[in-house]
């Protein structure tokens, strides 16, 4: 008898598709949602696995506790975990103190789509307040203190339409937007920039790196490009991405060393070498300064994200 081969396992996350949006796992109906989608579900349910979508996703939990899975980021959440992700961003959270018969509620959810908020800022200046809170969030955005607030915004805008349905939800936005006391879930982000000319000089050089791991572009040949110093280099890399560069090469290394460990199975040796490092030794070094696990223990908890 022939050896069955097995089956390879899961990595990538589901696609959510707008027609799979039921109505009965607690979606509102189409007709009623218009360009803010609510959603509220327990623990378990479908819904709760490894899955990215188009939309932007203002996600609260208010029951129970457990891991988180955000991109590359695993981390603890507890009642009051409040996040918004990106596009595509994949995602899940994964309850570890479920009760017999499981909960009623566990999360409240709002999702909304990109191109209306854009298009709506190109004509009205205010909104274009929200524009750099959507953009940090492709990186997946947890915020502090804000909880009360977002789970009373939720119920609102659950319960009105039209243009105060609008104005509530845009209202909560604007207070998101200047939230401070929030910490970015993936690690190599940029931050801000003095002009459109320098956001787009630190673009291109994060291009480059991602192009060519392996092999990266010394602080030293950046700055003679940019005809600065290479303590003027520093000072403008550093504003601009929070990051020395040295660290910011390490982030980046390390980001694309997870997303490898996630999606494959290939050695971590060869994703080493791979990402840039010279040697295994500093490889795992500096994966668990930025992690806070080592290469083999985050591709064990990765797993855990599809709720095994």
């Known amino acids: 008898m022939a050896t069955r081969r097995p089956l390879p396992r899961q ?3 589901q696609l959510e598709q707008p027609y799979s949006r039921s109505p009965e ?14 959603l509220a579900h327990g623990f378990p349910n479908p819904l709760v696995r490894w899955h990215c979508h188009e939309e932007y996703e203002l996600h609260l939990i208010v029951a129970s506790s457990g891991k988180a899975f955000v991109g590359d980021y695993i981390g603890q959440f507890q009642p009051g ?9 994949p995602h899940n959270w994964i309850s570890t103190d479920v009760p017999d018969g499981g909960i009623a509620v ?38 502090f203190g804000l909880a009360e607030h977002a789970e009373a915004c939720w119920h609102q805008v659950k319960a009105s339409r039209g243009l105060v349905r609008i104005g509530t939800f845009v209202a909560f936005l604007g207070t998101l937007a200047r939230c401070t006391d929030y910490r970015l879930l993936s690690q190599a982000q940029l931050q801000s920039a003095d002009t459109d000319l320098q956001l787009g000089q630190i673009d291109a050089i994060v291009s480059r790196l991602m192009d060519d791991l392996a092999h ?19 000072r403008f890399f550093r504003r601009a991405t929070g990051n020395t560069f040295t660290d910011f090469v390490n982030h980046v290394r390390i980001n694309r060393a997870c997303q490898l460990l996630m999606e494959s199975d290939r050695y971590i040796t060869d994703i080493c070498y791979e990402v840039g490092f010279g040697n295994v030794a500093n490889f795992n070094r500096r994966f668990l300064d930025i992690k806070g696990v080592t ?3 985050f591709r064990r908890q990765v797993d855990h994200r599809f709720g095994s």
Do not use: K, N
């Open 25 to 38: 796992l607690g979606y509102e109906p189409p007709e009623t949602a218009g360009f803010i989608r609510c």
């Open 106 to 143: 566990r999360d409240l959810v709002i999702q909304f789509p990109h191109a209306p908020l854009e298009q709506a800022a190109a004509g009205i200046p205010e909104l274009g307040e929200v524009l750099p809170l959507l953009q940090r969030a492709r990186h997946g955005i947890e915020f």
């Open 295 to 297: 290469p083999s223990e």
């Open 11 to 13: 990595r990538q996350p």
């Open 216 to 234: 990266p572009l010394s602080a030293a040949d950046l700055a003679q490009e940019l005809g600065m110093s290479e303590s003027r280099f520093s």
């Open 81 to 89: 975990h409040l996040v918004l992700t990106g596009p595509r961003l």
